[in-house]
């Protein structure tokens, strides 16, 4: 039992209310913390535990800041260990009032949940010249970094027991017996804490600066990375992405009342690869500072992970090596390794080249892979997943629909809703729908033939350049997510998808191909009313249009002959002069004006 | 005097509670809220304000729900207005314990605080096939637009007092004699509530998809367009964007340890303009449902600005018409337009020459228009400083950088800026910088001449083509904003301008030109030692890099003869052998490999 004095149990009424204010919520301390007044508290409520009183009328500037520190040592509280409050908080200069006894059950909560405000409150904002916000947050009670959660290497073998593992600390990218990795973490330690407690944890973090869980990644760092050290983390902030609600596109097109996109596309990199790549090179900026032996980090990639990988290797300034197709991407695509900084090597060859020559030059010189069968990009993937549910309030949408080309995003996603629902943050999952380009497409035939004997396919070219696959590295962990969540696997031929991704944006939207893969998967789904008219469904966008400006151009003057571009808008060249100004615009708004 | 029931007072503490749970806080119920029990209620606080209890055994999730519902109803509680909870919440169906009393002061909440949320509980996720989450939204109560808050143009004449004002409901640019307008808000009805309310009911609505207030600009409303119907809003859940802490960049390049970016370029349409457009379309919208003779909204634009107004317009179904010049901007800017099915006359003139085509089209025709001088855009535009602050918990940075062109978006910063303060959520306001290029820096020249006789420039051609304007329509808007805010303004030269860029690149961000001369600004201040090693900066970055591709390709392949190009990063073009790969790394890694 912990003791306490009248002031410090006002003190932790405050702490919820000010938190409150600050947007941060912890109602799991209204639980967990029995306050019991032993003497001379006539008017406060005394029970064994679930009561709580707080006096408003003492709730000062003062009161705020020093709750803001209070807060933070949660992260020092270790289960069955005494804490002195007073220790930590320096409140016994203060105490002078009645003693009051705080149950030991206060001992649970365990994380840091606050931030660099109460440094800046209490020095007016400023930091010392050497410091940074990492330092700020070490200063207050982050020096020891949580012991309680751990993650390691497993095989991804979910059908058979292995008593095979590997610290997250080697590099290692397949298992002895060349299986794909997963990272696994210790859910027995997770599950100390119940769906109340994560929910409100992350919801707290949502929409501030704090190092590092201003990311939408690093918000959920206890199911990600849990053992690395907030310094060592590389995060330019990312996640926190748009969950757009598509009201014309499903109202219109599709006669739906509740479909959304989620827009991870609308990035710092402009893909979605910005998710896992964080956790990826955090891991090797930690593995470098540990004097492993590594150079760099390196990959082959038809352009959103070479852009995500030289940002990341670029905040972090460690050298990233790129292997591209020469040709075979586009300008806008090509321009971000080379402006990160990065080592572009441009090779004559094709995707399928760049990655034969990435691994035998990993085999010769230290330089991390960073390609998609690294599961720990995976991790940061799944926080998306995460994140679609924390924005609907924790409510599971009925259908996701993601673009499939190597496989890996769509376990990623079936790996974050089934962490939410394991640990009590949801009640279930929802049915998943991988869409492939039918140019790109061996997944979908894996699916139509009852899962029974993949084969790989000899990709031809698609617009939905990215998800050109032809022998997806994540095929076991797709069918594995797919089998489990009731999924279902649809294509989208060229036009199809183009069309889709035309008929997105003449609603607003922005879309790149892959999304109008999903889109169009969705259409066909809707038509056969398998996805039903009021179905909760979202539509992963996992690029930005912008990076695909070429194919809309192409599209929009009807310069894709195979195809009729039935929604193409040519601009329409005028003459500078106010008659001919008005004809134009006569002729396409259909109007005597 | 409202009377309640004990199960009422519960409910009231519950409300807390469950709000809190979900992200959503309201500390200003407890303050604003006495209870007062008067009968049978032993173990309750009696005092006549300022006191709370809690039961939280009570805590089920049919209180849950129901506590949802009865934060929706503060939305319909009118000041000095009798208000039963009963009839809005059916909670007498339910009623059977001692009766309570609450203050009348409750009815001083006044607000929507929630969201689908509270229908989604109570029909398991689904909603009506004909319903939105706009009907949902308005079935919770949302039915009476709020009328306590309001705002009206007035001339933009800070010097001298007019009686001039318009409702915004009319379609109007200027004031009588020409002059800019502004829209003004009641600041006494939004003084009514405090710095607290404020900064909880704001920080309550981030990270969800509440429609409108997961949008970053809607969430702010009451700030912005009080008045409009949220039915009425067209949003694409802008905002929110990524406030970057630049890190190698600020210690690396600067010697700072707290450098910021605002990304406001990492959105849906790729530029900050999504903030401002949001609200225009949204007001257009509202007018086009009074019936007001409108057939479209139109804008005369160099790029972003076109692209916001298309996609908008698009997501709203109003026909929008751009024109814009041809040749004279980028690939990447022509399509967005296009793709969002805008009437695109693309005219064989200059920018001030679709200026002039659009203004006297207008003239003709019933066509909104959506260009600069519109301020309706700046009370969008405006939320960025106040999500700054918000992003920092209120904590006001000591400098912000803004790109200056056209000049309303350093206006709109200062609004922003100066609001937070006047509503007690900020204690002062940052020193605003705008960065010109030199290539267009009227206002540079205006500043440095003692603000005496400001003098148009002619523009010449530069790589920050958005802010290649030289006789800016919001100078007086900006003149004001910088002498009341200890303002500077720098310009930066094409070399520094794309070096600047160059070098954030190389530290993980992607720049655009824009950013470049920010950027350029911020490294001659803190050169003069004007800004401090310590100094909390925010350079706001308007737009997405990818947007420039073409430039940044031009700086790495030195194809500008002008310039040096002295960062740029070429690719190699190596044979796709291991040898030459090998050969390759060894030369750029420097290492005996």
Known sequence: MHTLNKKRLITVALTCVTLIGRGRAFPFMFEKWGVIPTTGVSALEARSSGHLLADMASLTQENACRVSCFSECFHG?????????????????????????????????????????????????????TDSIKDEARRHGLLEPPTTFSAKYVPFSPYETTEEFYSLDEIIYRSKDGKLLDVQHDMKALKEYDGKYWKALFDSRVGKTTWPFGSGVWSKKEWVLPEIDNDDIVSAFEGNSNLFWAERFGKEMLGMSDLWVKHCGISHTGSFKDLGM???????????????????????????????????????????????????????????????????????????GCMRLIREVTEQVPIYLA????????????TAAIEICQ??????????????????????????????????LTDRTPRLVCAQAANANPLYLHYKAGWNNFV?????????????????????????????????????????????????????????PHTGVALSALMKLREKNVIGPTDRTVVVSTAHGLKFTQSKIAYHSKEITEIQCKHANPPLEVKADLGSVMDALRSKLSLTL
């Open 371 to 382: 390609n998609s069968l690294n599961s720990l990009r995976l991790e940061g993937q799944k």
């Open 278 to 352: 964080t956790v990826l090179v955090s891991q090797v900026n930690k593995l470098m500072k540990m004097n492993k032996k590594l150079i760099g980090v390196g990959c082959a990639s038809t352009g959103d992970t070479s852009a995500a990988l030289s940002a990341y290797c670029a905040a972090a300034g460690i050298p990233a090596i790129v292997f591209l197709p020469a040709n075979k991407i586009s300008i806008a695509q090509l321009v971000q390794p080379i402006a990160n900084g990065a080592i572009v090597l441009s090779l004559d060859t094709d995707f399928d």
């Open 77 to 129: 509280v270790r289960k069955e260990h005494s804490f002195s409050w007073s220790k930590r908080l320096g409140f016994n200069r203060k105490c002078n009032y009645e003693t009051l006894q705080v149950r030991a059950t206060v001992s649970k909560i365990e994380h840091n949940v606050s931030s660099q405000d109460a440094g800046l409150a209490t020095n007016g904002g400023k930091r010392k010249v």
């Open 391 to 424: 924005q609907f309030d924790w409510e599971v949408p009925d259908w996701v629909i993601v673009p499939g080309g190597n496989l890996g995003n769509i376990y990623a996603f079936y790996k974050g809703f089934v962490m939410c629902k394991e640990l009590g």
């Open 456 to 512: 790989p396919v000899k990709a031809s070219p698609t617009f939905a350049s990215a998800i050109q696959i032809g022998d997806p590295v994540s095929i076991d962990r797709a069918v594995y997510a797919l089998k489990n969540s009731d999924g279902i696997v649809e294509e989208a031929t060229e036009e199809e998808l183009m069309d889709a991704a035309a008929l997105a944006d003449m609603t607003g939207m922005f879309t790149c």
